[in-house]
C-alpha cells in the first residue's frame, strides 16, 4: 500500500469513528425518550401519530406482541409494494410510462425492499415509475431500516430490564426512529447530494443529441439518448444510510447521478457505515457501560481494517498475469495502476475496494464498482464479509442484533472456560438463549448453502451463469450469501432477473431476516424477565481487548467453517489458477485464448483488457 | 482441611477399566447413542461407511475397499473411544460410591422386637432402619433418626440442632413427642418410632446419577449440547452441500472424481465437535466422581454446576471460622482487687466446671499466674452448675464465700439482688471486650465484683488464606453467628470475611438469602440444624453435614460425609473445574477443524483442481492418507483426553481474564496448532508402515 492510500484509508476510518459518539448519544437518548432536541420539538407530531394511528405508546408489548406487529407491518410493506409495480401503469408520476413489472421481478423486489436486502434483479431506470421509486422503493427503505433498529432497541431493553415481561412498543420505536433519526439524517444528505448534482425532479427523461450517431441492438439508426431523471437524491441518502443500497440506476452508485462527485463518494460510503457504527455507542450508552459499545465496535473493526487493507493491497497490485506480459500495473504519476477493471475512473482502486468492503460489512449491498471484475480475492473479501452474518457493522440494527448472537456464543463457551455458567451484563445465558442465538447464526448459512447447491445441480440455476469456470461458481454463491444475509450487492454477471433466482434468491431473503428477527425477539423478552447478576471478580469481564479478540475469532472461526469448502471451490481455486498459470506451457494458445480458459472472462472482455 | 484418605482407583485399575470396554461395546446400541446427537450422526456415519465397503467388496466401490473399511473402522472407533471414556467415569463413580459405603460410619440403634421396654433388641446400623421401626434410645445414645416417642420421658440435649444448650423434656403424646435424629439423651430412656427413610437414599440417589440411562443432564450441558448441534448442523450443511459443489466443479473443470460419499462422511465426522461431544457425557459424572472423592454427596449435577457460579457463601462462626469454643485470654481485676486475689477466686469457681470456657481458664491462671491445680473435694467447697435460669456457674466456699461467674447481665442482677453494684469503671472494659470480638465473663464474691475474665473466639487456623482465595475467585464470604453485631465485626474483620449477619434467626437467615438471590446472586450455605432447613432449602448450594438432622440433609442439595463446613470451598472449586473443562474441550474440539480442512479438502478436490493442492500446506502423502490421518486423529485425541476429562482441566483462583487468557492459549491456539503436528505424524506412520496407496 502506498503513502496515498494510507491517507485515504486513515482519512475515511477517522471521519466514520469521530462521528460513533455523538450519533450514538442522540440514538440512545431517541430511544430512552430523554429530552434530545427533535424528539421534543416534534413531539406534538409524535403524538398525533400515535393518535391517528390508535397506537397507546405507554403500552408495553411481550416479545410475541412486538415480533406480530412486526411481521404484519412488515407483510403488508411487502403487499404494497407489490401492488404499487404491478400496477405502476395506472397509477401517477409514471411519466416515462413504464409498464407493470413482472410477477416474479415484483414479488422479489418486494421482498428485497421489506427485508433491507435491496438485490435488484430490474434495472431502476428503465423498470419502475418515479411513484414505484418513492412511495414503495423509498418508503420501505426507512420502513425496512426502521424494523431493524426498533429490533435491536427492543433487545438492548433486554439487558437493562429487570424481570419484566415487555420489551417496549413497536409502533413507538418504529415511529421515532422514522422521525427523529432516518428522516432528518435524510433530508440533510440529500440536500448535500443535490449540491453536488444528482438530481431532484419529477421531470421525465432528458433527452441528448448523440455526437455521433450510431446503431442500436436491431440494427435502427440513433441519433437521441435518453438520460434518466427522476427523484435520485431522496432515494439515494436513505438506500445508504439505511444499509439497503437499492440504487435508482441499475449501475448503482457507480452511475454519475447517483455518486457524481469524490466528495458525494466520500459522504456515501461515510453513511454505509455511519447508522450501523454508532449504534455500537447507543447500545453502550444504553446497558449504562459505555467501555461495552466501544468493544463491539472494536471486534468489528478487528475484522473490517484487515479486510480494507488486504482489499486494497489486493487490487492495487493487479493482475498477476499482466506481470508475466511485462505490462506496469504499478500506481505512478501517470497511471493509478492496480486493477481497474469494472472500476469507476473518477473513484480509482482505493474508493472503490474501500467502499466494496464498507458495503459488504454492512448489509447495505450498493456498489460503485462491480465486484465481479475483482481479482479473485479481492472478490473473496467482499463474499466472506457477508458470510459472516453480516455482523461486521451489518445493517441498521440487524447488524448489531446479529453482533449480539455470536456475543451470546462467545460468552457462553469463554464464561465456561473461567468455570462460570456464561453471563453477559448480568444477565444468565442459559439453554433458550443459546438455542435463539444459534438460530440466529445457523439460518443465514441454510439459505445460502442449500439454494446455492440447487442452483449449480439445476439447468435453470445455471443458466444465469455468464462466466464459465470456478468464477460461474463464484457469482452464484456470491448471489445467494447476499441474499440469505440480506446484503444485496451481487457478481453482476450472474443474470438473475429469472423466475428461478427472483423466487430463489427472495425466499431466502425473507427467510433470513425474519427467522433472525423473531430469536432476536425472542432472546429480548427471555433476557428482560431475567434478574441481573452483580458484577464480581469472578465474572467475565466483556470489555477487555482479550475478549474484543476472543469475539472476533469466534465469528472469523464460524464464518471461516462454515464457508471454507465453498469458497476453495470458488475464489481460492480462481486465485490459485491465475498465479499458477504458465504461459511457456501454453504456447500452442494464443495469449488472449489462455486468460480467457483460465480467468472465466469472455473473449470480449479480455481482449478489452489486454487493449 | 481435613482429608479422609481413601484410595482412589488409578487411571488403569483393571476392575473399572475391563468392564468400561464390555460397557462401551454395549453402548453401540442407537438408543443409548441417540441420546447424544453429535455422536449419533458419527454413528450413522460409521453405519454408512461399513454399507459402502460391503458394496465395494461386491464390486461396486466408489473407492478402494480397503480405504473404506479404514474409515469405516477408525469411526467405529470414535464412538467405542466416546463410550469407553463415560463408561470410565462411571464405572470410578461406582467404584468411589461403594467403598464409600462400606467406610460410611453409622450411628448403633438398638431396636426392639417390640413396642415394650425391657424386651429384646438388637444392635443395628442406623442407616438399615426404615419407617415404622421401633428402637430404645437410653441414656448418653444419641437418637438414631427422626421419629415420635411412643413411650417414656427423658431430658434430650437438642443443642445440635436448635443452639439453646439448656436440654429439654420429650414425652409421648402431646407436642412433644417429636424427636429429631442426631441429638442426645441425657437421663432416662424413650422408645422411638421411626418416621422416615433413612439418608442411604442420598447414596443410592448418587449411584442413579453417574449410571449413564438413569442421568439427567443439567441445565448448562443443556445449552452446551444446543451449541453442539448447531455446529453439526453447520457442518452437516457443509458437506451435504459439498455434494452438488464437486459435481458442478468436475462439470466446469472438465476432470476429476466427484468427491466420494466415504470422504464426505469422513470430512463430517472430522469437523463435527466429536472431541467435546464425546466426552461430555464423561466429564459431567466425573464432576460428581471428584465430588465423592471430597466425601461430598450432590443430590443433584444441577447443583454441581450451580457451585461454580456461587457469589456468596455463608458460613456459621462457630466450628467454621472460630474453633468451637471460647478461650479465656485475659483477667482484668475491678480497681482495689488485687490480682491474685482474683485469679485466685476464678479459678476456685472454674475448678469443676467441665466446660471449654472453664478448662481453659484453669489453664490460663496455672499458665500466666501461677496458680497450680486444686481438688474442690480438697478445699470443702460445693460445685454450682450453670442452668439455663440463672446463667452463670460457681462455687460454694466453706468459709461462706460464693463465687460466681457468668455473663455480665447475669451478675450484674446476682450482686444487684444481693445489695451490691456493679462498678462504673467495668462497664467500658465490658464494651472494649465486646467490639474486639471477645466474650466478658463477669465474677463476683457475694455481692461484690471482682473483675472480668475476657474470653474469646479463636479463628481457626489458616482460614484467613482461604478467605483470601475465596475472594481472588470472586466469591463474597458472609458470616452467620448468633452474637451481637459488634463483636460480630470484630471476628469478621479477624478471619478476614467480607460481611457478617449477626443476631441471625432461622427467619433473619431466609430473608438475608432472598435478598442475595433477588439482586441476582447465587447463594451457597452449610447448615446441620433443623432451623437451618429453611435457609438450605432457599439457599441454591446447601451442604448440610452428615452429623445433621433429617430435615437440614432434605432441604440441602449435598451432603459432607466429613461435616466440615469449609468444605463449600472444595465444592466450588468442583464446580468451576467441571465448567472449565467442558468450554476448554469444546474450543479444543472446534480449534481442530481449521487442520482438518487443510489435510481433507486438497485431498477431496486435488483431482479436480490440481492448483487446490497448494492448501496441502502439511504435505501429506496422498489423499488418501490425508483424509484417514485425518479421521485417526479425530478418534485418537478423544482416548488422549479421556485423562482430562476425568480429572478436570485445573481451576487457580486468579481474576477472571486471567484465566480466560490462559485456557485460550492452551485450548484455542494449542487446539488450532496440535492437531497439524498430530495428522502429519499419522500420516507418516502410515507411509512407513506402508498403509497408504499411491494417488487417489
Redesign the interface.
Known amino acids: 500500500m502506498s503513502h496515498n492510500d494510507f491517507i485515504q484509508m486513515g482519512i475515511y476510518l477517522v471521519v466514520l469513528l469521530l462521528a460513533v459518539k455523538p450519533l450514538g448519544i442522540y440514538m440512545a437518548y431517541v430511544y430512552e425518550g430523554k429530552p434530545a432536541g427533535l424528539n421534543i420539538w416534534l413531539s406534538g407530531l409524535e403524538r398525533w401519530i400515535y393518535r391517528i394511528c390508535g397506537v397507546k405508546p405507554e403500552k408495553g408489548m411481550t416479545w410475541k406482541e412486538y415480533a406480530i406487529a412486526l411481521l404484519v407491518f412488515n407483510i403488508l410493506g411487502i403487499l404494497m409494494v407489490y401492488a404499487i409495480q404491478r400496477l405502476q401503469a395506472f397509477l401517477p408520476l409514471n411519466p416515462m410510462a413504464m409498464a407493470a413489472v413482472s410477477p416474479d421481478s415484483s414479488f422479489n423486489t418486494a421482498v428485497s425492499f421489506a427485508t433491507n436486502t435491496n438485490w435488484q434483479g430490474y434495472s431502476g431506470e428503465s423498470t419502475t415509475s418515479y411513484l414505484t421509486q418513492m412511495l414503495a422503493l423509498a418508503k420501505q427503505n426507512f420502513s425496512s431500516a426502521a424494523t431493524g433498529m426498533a429490533v435491536l432497541a427492543a433487545l438492548i431493553r433486554g439487558f437493562i430490564q429487570k424481570q419484566m415481561n415487555t420489551i417496549g412498543n413497536f409502533w413507538v420505536d418504529l415511529v421515532r426512529t422514522v422521525l427523529y433519526i432516518l428522516l432528518p439524517l435524510s433530508i440533510i444528505f440529500a440536500l448535500i447530494l443535490v449540491s453536488q448534482g444528482v438530481p431532484q425532479t419529477f421531470s421525465p427523461s432528458a433527452k441528448a443529441t448523440l455526437v455521433q450517431a450510431t446503431k442500436d441492438s436491431n440494427g435502427k439508426p440513433m441519433t437521441e439518448q435518453d438520460i434518466a431523471l427522476g427523484p435520485v437524491a431522496s432515494q439515494i441518502a436513505i438506500k445508504q444510510l439505511g444499509t439497503n443500497g437499492g440504487g435508482y440506476y441499475n449501475a448503482n452508485s457507480a452511475h454519475p447521478y447517483e455518486n457524481s462527485t469524490p466528495l458525494s463518494n466520500f459522504l456515501e460510503m461515510i453513511a454505509i457505515l455511519l447508522i450501523p457504527a454508532a449504534l455500537c455507542y447507543t447500545f453502550g450508552v444504553m446497558v449504562r457501560d459505555r467501555r461495552q459499545g466501544w468493544a463491539l465496535l472494536a471486534a468489528m473493526l478487528v475484522i473490517f481494517i484487515p479486510c480494507l487493507w488486504a482489499s486494497i493491497t489486493i487490487e492495487q497490485k493487479g493482475n498477476p498475469l499482466f506481470d508475466k506480459l511485462g505490462v506496469d500495473q504499478r500506481a505512478t504519476a501517470y497511471q493509478p495502476g492496480g486493477n481497474m477493471e469494472g472500476k469507476e475512473a473518477r473513484f480509482g482502486v482505493v474508493s472503490s475496494a474501500i467502499w466494496s468492503v464498507a458495503t459488504t460489512s454492512a448489509s447495505n449491498g450498493s456498489v460503485n464498482s462491480m465486484h465481479d471484475s475483482y481479482m479473485p480475492l479481492g472478490g473473496l473479501i467482499p463474499m466472506w464479509l457477508i458470510q459472516l452474518g453480516e455482523v461486521i457493522f451489518g445493517g441498521v440494527g440487524s447488524g448489531l442484533y446479529g453482533m449480539i448472537a455470536f456475543v451470546i456464543?462467545a460468552v457462553?463457551?469463554?464464561?465456561?472456560?473461567?468455570?462460570?455458567?456464561p453471563e453477559y451484563l448480568?444477565k444468565k445465558?442459559?439453554?433458550f438463549?443459546?438455542?435463539m442465538a444459534?438460530?440466529m447464526?445457523?439460518i443465514p448459512?441454510?439459505f445460502v448453502?442449500?439454494p446455492?447447491?440447487?442452483a449449480?445441480?439445476t439447468v435453470a440455476g445455471?443458466a444465469g451463469i455468464s462466466n464459465?469456470?470456478?468464477h460461474?461458481?463464484s457469482e452464484i454463491l456470491y448471489g445467494f450469501s447476499s441474499a440469505g444475509n440480506n446484503n444485496g450487492s451481487a457478481f453482476a454477471g450472474l443474470n438473475a432477473n429469472t423466475v428461478f433466482y427472483n423466487t430463489a434468491l427472495g425466499v431466502s431473503m425473507f427467510f433470513a431476516r425474519y427467522w433472525l428477527m423473531i430469536p432476536a425477539l425472542a432472546i429480548a423478552g427471555s433476557l428482560s424477565a431475567k434478574?441481573?447478576?452483580?458484577t464480581?471478580?469472578?465474572?467475565?469481564?466483556t470489555h477487555?481487548p482479550?475478549?474484543v479478540f476472543?469475539l472476533a475469532?469466534v465469528i472469523l472461526?464460524?464464518g471461516?467453517?462454515?464457508?471454507?469448502?465453498?469458497l476453495?471451490?470458488g475464489p481460492?481455486?480462481e486465485h490459485?489458477?491465475l498465479?499458477?498459470f504458465d504461459f511457456t506451457q501454453d504456447q500452442t494458445l494464443s495469449i488472449v485464448e489462455c486468460v480467457r480458459l483460465h480467468s472465466g472472462l469472455t473473449l470480449s472482455e479480455v481482449e478489452g483488457l489486454m487493449i | 482441611m481435613k482429608k479422609i484418605s481413601r484410595t482412589t482407583s488409578s487411571l488403569f485399575d483393571p476392575s473399572i477399566v475391563v468392564p468400561a470396554i464390555i460397557e462401551s461395546l454395549k453402548k453401540l446400541d442407537p438408543r443409548h447413542q441417540i441420546r447424544n446427537p453429535v455422536m449419533f450422526v458419527v454413528w450413522v456415519g460409521s453405519l454408512l461407511t461399513t454399507g459402502l465397503y460391503v458394496q465395494a467388496l461386491c464390486g461396486h466401490g466408489e473407492a478402494p475397499a480397503g480405504f473404506i473399511l479404514a474409515v469405516a473402522l477408525w469411526l467405529w472407533f470414535t464412538i467405542i473411544f466416546a463410550n469407553f471414556a463415560e463408561s470410565m467415569a462411571e464405572g470410578r463413580g461406582k467404584a468411589q460410591a461403594e467403598s464409600l459405603r462400606k467406610a460410611r460410619k453409622d450411628t448403633p440403634a438398638k431396636k426392639l422386637s417390640n413396642l415394650k421396654y425391657g424386651s429384646d433388641y438388637t444392635t443395628v446400623s442406623a442407616t438399615t432402619l426404615r419407617k415404622d421401626d421401633i428402637v430404645l434410645v437410653e441414656r448418653g445414645d444419641f437418637i438414631p433418626m427422626d421419629g415420635e416417642v411412643m413411650e417414656g420421658v427423658a431430658s434430650v440435649d437438642e443443642s445440635a440442632i436448635t443452639g439453646e444448650s439448656a436440654p429439654v423434656i420429650r414425652e409421648s403424646g402431646g407436642d412433644r413427642c417429636a424427636v429429631t435424629g442426631g441429638t442426645r439423651v441425657l437421663s432416662d430412656w424413650l422408645i422411638v418410632r421411626i418416621t422416615s427413610n433413612p439418608g442411604e437414599t442420598f447414596l443410592d440417589h448418587m449411584i442413579a446419577m453417574v449410571e449413564g440411562a438413569k442421568r439427567q443432564k443439567t441445565?448448562?450441558e443443556?445449552?452446551?449440547s444446543?451449541?453442539l448441534?448447531?455446529f453439526t448442523?453447520?457442518?452437516l450443511?457443509?458437506t451435504?452441500?459439498?455434494?452438488?459443489?464437486?459435481?458442478?466443479?468436475v462439470g466446469?473443470?472438465g476432470h476429476g472424481q466427484v468427491i466420494t460419499v466415504t470422504v464426505l462422511v469422513a470430512l463430517l465426522v472430522c469437523?463435527i465437535p466429536t472431541t467435546i461431544g464425546g466426552l461430555l457425557p464423561a466429564i459431567g459424572i466425573a464432576g460428581m466422581d471428584r465430588m465423592i472423592q471430597t466425601n461430598v454427596i450432590a443430590t443433584s449435577g444441577r447443583a454441581v454446576?450451580?457451585a461454580?457460579?456461587v457469589?456468596v457463601l455463608l458460613l456459621d462462626k462457630t466450628g467454621t471460622i472460630t474453633l468451637g469454643n471460647r478461650q479465656a485470654v485475659e483477667f482484668i481485676p475491678v480497681s482495689g482487687i488485687n490480682m491474685e486475689t482474683f485469679v485466685d477466686a476464678v479459678q476456685l469457681a472454674s475448678l469443676s466446671d467441665e466446660t471449654p470456657e472453664g478448662r481453659s481458664i484453669v489453664v490460663l491462671a496455672k499458665a500466666k499466674h501461677g496458680i497450680r491445680e486444686r481438688h474442690i473435694q480438697d478445699i470443702n467447697a460445693k460445685f454450682i452448675p450453670f442452668t439455663a435460669q440463672t446463667k452463670m456457674s460457681g462455687v460454694d466456699l466453706g468459709d461462706g464465700r460464693q463465687i460466681r461467674k457468668g455473663a455480665v447481665d447475669a451478675i450484674d442482677s446476682y450482686v444487684r439482688k444481693l445489695g451490691g453494684i456493679f462498678p462504673e469503671s467495668l462497664k467500658s472494659i465490658v464494651e472494649t471486650i465486646s467490639k474486639s470480638g471477645g466474650t466478658p465473663l463477669a465474677v463476683a464474691e457475694n455481692n461484690r465484683i471482682l473483675g472480668i475474665v475476657q474470653l474469646k473466639d479463636i479463628v481457626k487456623g489458616g482460614i484467613k488464606e482461604r478467605f483470601a482465595e475465596l475472594?481472588?475467585?470472586?466469591?463474597?464470604t458472609v458470616m452467620i453467628t448468633g452474637d451481637n453485631p459488634l463483636t460480630a465485626a470484630a471476628i469478621a474483620a479477624e478471619s478476614g470475611m467480607d460481611d457478617f449477619l449477626a443476631q441471625a434467626t432461622p427467619e433473619t437467615k431466609l430473608k438475608f438469602i432472598r435478598e442475595m438471590q433477588?439482586?441476582?446472586?447465587l447463594v451457597a450455605m452449610t447448615g446441620d440444624g433443623t432451623n437451618d432447613a429453611p435457609a438450605l432449602a432457599q439457599a441454591d448450594v446447601a451442604v448440610a453435614m452428615n452429623t445433621g438432622t433429617q430435615a437440614a440433609k432434605e432441604a440441602g442439595n449435598m451432603v459432607d460425609l466429613d461435616s466440615n463446613p469449609t468444605k463449600l470451598i472444595e465444592v466450588v472449586k468442583i464446580?468451576?473445574?467441571l465448567?472449565?473443562t467442558?468450554?476448554?474441550l469444546?474450543?479444543f474440539s472446534?480449534?481442530n477443524?481449521?487442520s482438518k480442512?487443510f489435510a481433507i479438502?486438497p485431498a477431496a478436490?486435488v483431482g479436480t483442481?490440481p492448483?487446490?493442492g497448494?492448501?496441502n500446506i502439511m504435505h501429506l502423502a496422498t489423499p488418501q492418507s490425508a483424509i484417514l490421518s485425518a479421521v485417526i486423529f479425530n478418534a485418537l485425541i478423544i482416548i488422549a483426553l479421556i485423562p482430562l476429562s476425568l480429572f478436570g482441566v485445573p481451576?487457580r483462583a486468579v481474576?477472571?481474564?486471567r484465566?480466560?487468557?490462559d485456557?485460550?492459549l492452551i485450548?484455542?491456539v494449542g487446539g488450532i496448532i496440535a492437531p497439524f503436528a498430530g495428522i502429519k505424524l499419522i500420516d507418516m506412520i502410515l507411509v512407513g508402515l506402508k498403509l497408504t496407496s499411491g494417488g487417489s
Request: hydrophobic share 55%; charged share 10%.
Open positions: 456464543v457462553f463457551v469463554a464464561g465456561l472456560m473461567i468455570g462460570r455458567t448480568g445465558i442459559e439453554a438463549e443459546m438455542k444459534s438460530l447464526a445457523l448459512h441454510i448453502l442449500i446455492t447447491a440447487i449449480v445441480l445455471k464459465p469456470g470456478p460461474g461458481f434478574k441481573i447478576v452483580p464480581t471478580q469472578g465474572t467475565l469481564p477487555t482479550l475478549f476472543f475469532m472461526i464460524v471461516a467453517l462454515a464457508f471454507f469448502p465453498a476453495a471451490l481460492m481455486v490459485l489458477i498465479r499458477s | 441445565p448448562n443443556i445449552a452446551l444446543i451449541l448441534i448447531v448442523i453447520i457442518f450443511l457443509v451435504v452441500t459439498l455434494l452438488p459443489f464437486s459435481i458442478f466443479s466446469v473443470a469437523l454446576e450451580a461454580g457460579d457469589d475472594r481472588r475467585m470472586g466469591i463474597k433477588t439482586g441476582g446472586r464446580g468451576k473445574q465448567l472449565i467442558r468450554g476448554s469444546t474450543t472446534i480449534a477443524d481449521v480442512y479438502i478436490f483442481y492448483v487446490l497448494a492448501l481451576y481474576a477472571a481474564s484465566l480466560l487468557r485456557n485460550l485450548y484455542g
